[in-house]
């Protein structure tokens, strides 16, 4: 029996390609797509050719992360064309194929392979530094097809994406367990929605009456804290939402012997870019996940 037809043409599809980077998470929810969209966004500014791919059939939320949302893909002789937002960041998603988005959720793995496989093989991204590719949530068949499919041309590695509570952990050390026995690299893990920052007049203050009203004080408490402690005022408060008392990610990391890559806060302005499809370090830039982000990025 000879090589497969189909792992030969991604083969020689993804030859332009010089690295590429899975995206995986245990949950969905977790800030995978996000991650997968502000690395792509963080690698075109520093003028890598940079290609996204949106494989997550279920919840193809990259479109509009990418502030893509409506746009069509076209097809010429050399295959489909991803959509671009920069000349150097083109994005392929499964959500811009999707006549009704709500199709997807009800297919069977055969049906969804299918796309994905189509979609390595067909579509034309030219030369590229990077491809990222987000992932669908948890360890499926789907998985091992995608993997199967990117190691004919070889894969760089995953970065995993989770939060800090033990539920979300437990399902990353699948995915850990995954990489390793189908022999992906583990580029790290990242543990996003790490409590939450942001400056203080950013906050609503509230009294809460006897009956579980609230009554929106910040005014009040915004002119009290400016006249009493002026030099507070600029305070970035935190706060853990999700319970990481038993040593969230980074101890995980250290447990499975995988790289741990750092922390993002839960940030609303990261909320803010990714709904309005856009990136986080330019423009109105996202003053306390950006950093965090930054520095994750530099790792890798
Ligand atoms: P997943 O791809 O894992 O399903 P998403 O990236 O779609 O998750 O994120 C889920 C939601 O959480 C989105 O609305 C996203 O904007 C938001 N989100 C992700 N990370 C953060 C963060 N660090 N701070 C604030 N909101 C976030």
Redesign the pocket.
């Known amino acids: 029996k000879g090589p497969d037809p189909d792992l030969v043409a991604i083969a020689e599809r993804l030859a332009t390609v010089k690295h590429k980077i899975l995206v995986l ?1 245990g ?11 502000q690395l792509s966004y963080a690698l075109a500014a520093m003028d890598f050719q940079v290609g996204l791919l949106d494989i ?1 059939i279920c ?1 193809p ?1 990259i479109p509009k ?1 990418l502030g893509l949302e409506g746009q069509d893909i076209h097809q010429s002789n050399l295959g489909w064309s991803p959509v671009y937002v920069e000349s150097n960041l083109g994005v392929m998603s499964i959500g811009f194929m999707l006549p009704d988005p709500d199709d997807a959720v009800i297919w069977r793995g055969p049906r969804k392979n299918g796309l994905i496989k189509q979609f390595l093989k067909d579509v034309y991204w030219g030369e590229l530094d990077f491809l990222v590719v ?1 992932a669908p ?1 948890g360890t499926s068949d789907e998985h091992i097809s995608i993997v199967q499919f990117l190691q004919a041309t070889g894969i760089d590695g995953a970065i995993i ?1 989770t939060t800090p509570q033990q539920v979300s952990l437990i399902d990353v050390r699948k995915e850990v367990s995954f990489c390793k026995k189908v022999g992906v690299p583990i580029l790290g893990v990242v543990e ?3 409590g ?1 920052s942001q400056p203080l007049t950013d906050f609503r203050f509230m009294k809460m009456t006897e009956t579980g009203e609230h009554t929106d004080v910040t005014e009040a408490f915004l002119e009290f804290m400016k006249t009493e402690a002026p030099e507070r005022v600029d305070l970035i408060a935190f706060t853990e939402i999700f319970d990481s008392s038993a040593g969230g990610a980074a101890k995980m990391c250290r447990e499975m012997n995988v790289p741990f890559l750092g922390k ?12 309005e499809g856009r990136s986080c370090f330019t423009d109105k830039k996202c003053g306390v ?1 950006a950093p965090a982000l930054k520095s994750i990025i530099e790792k890798l």
Request: hydrophobic share 35%.
């Open positions: 998470s949950k969905g929810g977790v800030g995978k797509s996000t991650f997968s969209a997550d919840g939320s992360m987000d949530p994406v996003n929605m790490s939450l993002v806060p839960m940030d609303p302005q990261l909320c803010k870019a990714a709904e996940s």
